[in-house]
């Protein structure tokens, strides 16, 4: 895959050679490289064999929205192909920054301060390799019942991963949406804030990765925090200091994060099930 057309071309066009490739662990969509360049930088490649879609230019657009609206660190976009995204490379300190988590429930705070007047996003972003479509839509309860929870439920169930009662459970729910969730004006989002997409930078400081971005309701990045043991309790003492959260915003969680384990259904299969039906049944019965 170094061997990626349209990388050789950047690569002259520049008057770059890779001096060492080494291989990276972690991907689950895409082949990963730590690559030393010609004019000393080193830089971080993501590869897969065919373009999904659009993938690595929902991404890079996603790290740009990220850079301009928050003050954490991302990793710099240098250049990306269909096949091939090419970023700053951060190496990770041996320990986080004292004030680590600090910096994140601020940096998350302000990010979700600057509110935007549509949901959606400038185009359709990635959340693992599963398309998120956003279109931009002024209602986010119809954004997010039709361009989230039905739009994928309906794929779970063309998969035969999904019953077709359990999609009628998910129509239910959609129809609920206005009185379980309290209104919140779109803020852009990393869309899929988990431990791991939260990276050590070089002075211990919190950098945001792989994002699947879109604008939003706020409590969905948090939400998405929790689906996996949560993040450090100063994160979240530090982020309503400077963002208050609505009440009750801890037990609506499993509301945004009905989405994600949709993905994962999708993605991995039936292990995911049991925790969708149980969803499902706490709010429609």
Request: with cysteine.
């Amino acid at each position: 895959m170094l061997s990626d057309p349209d990388l050789q071309v950047w690569l002259a066009s520049q008057m770059l050679e890779i001096n060492t490739a080494r291989p990276l662990s972690g991907g689950c969509v895409a082949s990963c490289y730590e690559l030393n360049l010609s004019d000393g930088r080193a830089c971080f490649l993501k590869q897969h064999p065919g373009d999904i879609a659009g993938q690595f230019a929902a991404e890079a657009a996603g790290l740009k929205a990220l850079a301009a609206s928050s003050g954490l660190r991302v990793p710099a976009v240098i250049w990306y192909s269909d096949n091939s995204l090419l970023l700053e490379d951060v190496p990770p300190a041996a320990t986080r920054a004292a004030d680590f988590w600090e910096q994140l429930g601020i940096g998350l705070a302000q990010q979700h301060k600057q509110t935007l007047a549509q949901f959606g996003f400038q185009r359709d972003t990635f959340c693992g390799g599963t398309r998120q479509p956003n279109p931009l839509i002024s209602d986010g309860y119809r954004f997010f019942a039709e361009q989230r929870l039905l739009y994928l439920a309906k794929i779970a169930v063309d998969n035969e991963l999904l019953s077709t009662r359990a999609f009628a459970q998910v129509e239910q729910l959609c129809t609920r949406l206005p009185e379980l969730i309290p209104e919140q004006a779109p803020a852009l989002l990393h869309g899929d804030l988990w431990y791991g997409n939260v990276h050590t930078g070089p002075s211990g400081e919190p950098v945001l990765i792989d994002p699947a971005a879109y604008q939003g309701w706020p409590e969905a990045d948090l939400a998405m925090t929790l689906l996996f043991g949560g993040f450090d309790d100063r994160f979240y003492e530090v982020y309503r200091a400077h963002h208050p959260l609505q009440p009750g915003w801890r037990e609506r969680a499993a509301l945004y994060n009905l989405w994600h384990l949709l993905n994962h259904l999708t993605l991995f299969g039936r292990s995911y099930l049991q925790e969708v039906e149980a969803t499902l049944r706490r709010y429609v019965g």
